[in-house]
């Protein structure tokens, strides 16, 4: 059989450097509860992203919902429709309700033009995301925010080490939650991260990610158990090592995404942002069907059948599920919707070859020559 290409791969370091970094934990006997190989990504982190505060979690579904338990957010949020799964259900699941906000045509994050006429006096805060690593427009949103006293919670799951102006993408807000989710460009295998710019709401993520505990008889907050054990940490140190290489890597297979397809009828790409340093986390593509001669989900059966895996990232959009159904007001999102509908996520990972690259234009674009 042919070679297949997967839509994503995760990065893996040499196997000697993995081992090397967890054998201290195997002379400690300390697995998890903060050890030292969490102190020492912590700090990496801090050091990386040039921020006060690393809070490293489980996961970044669970950074989410404890950086809403954290900043005491109550009745309604305003968010995205146009994202994973995660973003709302953690809204949801934190007993909020999710406001959908339409997004921009030409970056897919949060249309800061629709925002201020969904806040209502329940409203707490407003939880965009660097979609694709695509960054919000965050000048226009803190203006917002701060008019209206919201909070702002960042979803940056795919925007780590990014830069805007020379300022870390984590920067923004009143928190940013990363992932370190195996596919995400820079993982430690399951995990996450909030960014905090202050030592209370530090201490409380802290304290909520083990139980509610500030101390063994101390338990303030009703907490549960998100914390990221050593064997993770680990894998994050090998892979920040990795890092630079990891998104050059990427970089290289975007440029040719980018030359193969500018300006093709019926496929369109987002625009570099300017300012920004990008992480090539993922690499969409628009299909306008009338103009290409077949629909999305064609396109995705035709690469299928030569072994090369897409993703419709993100389809439905998240006011489409079913399970939020009757359960609150689903405002209709337009751009979302359509965008969901056309949006096709190509393979794109450390590792994927030039020659695969152009091979998958080749057959993307095969009808047009
Ligand atoms: C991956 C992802 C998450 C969830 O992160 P996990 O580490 O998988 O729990 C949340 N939001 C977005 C946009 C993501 O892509």
Known sequence: MKKQIPVTRSFMPPMEEYIQEIAPIWDSHWLTNMGIKHRELSDALCKLMR??????????????????????????????????????????????????????????????????????????????????GNICNVDAIEKIAKKHGLKVIYDAAHAFGEEKDGINVGSFGDLSMFSFHATKVFHTIEGGAVICHDSQIFD????????????????????????????????????????DEAIFSRK????????????????????????????YAYFPIVIDPGQFGMDRDQLQEKLQSRGIFTRKYFYPATNQFKCYQGMFELQPTPVAKELSEQVLVLPLYAGLTIGEAEKICDIILEKNK
């Open 204 to 243: 409380r993520i802290s304290a909520l990610k083990n139980f509610g505990q500030c101390s063994p008889e101390n338990v303030q907050e009703i907490g549960g158990n998100a914390k990221m054990n050593e064997f993770q940490a680990a894998m994050g140190l090998c892979n920040l090592r990795y890092l």
């Open 51 to 132: 921020v006060e505060y690393v809070a490293l979690l489980a996961n970044g579904h669970m950074a989410l919902e404890t950086a809403f338990q954290a900043l005491q957010l109550t009745g309604e949020v305003i968010t995205t429709p146009f994202t994973f799964a995660s973003t709302t259900q953690a809204i949801v699941r934190s007993g909020l309700t999710p406001v959908f906000c339409d997004i921009s045509p030409d970056d897919f994050t949060m249309d800061p033009a629709k925002i201020e006429e969904l806040i209502t006096p329940r409203t707490s805060a407003i939880v965009p995301v660097h979609v694709y």
């Open 252 to 279: 290289e297979v975007v440029e040719v995404y980018r030359r193969r397809f500018n300006g093709k009828d019926g496929i369109s790409i987002c625009r570099e942002q300017s300012g920004v340093k990008s992480n």
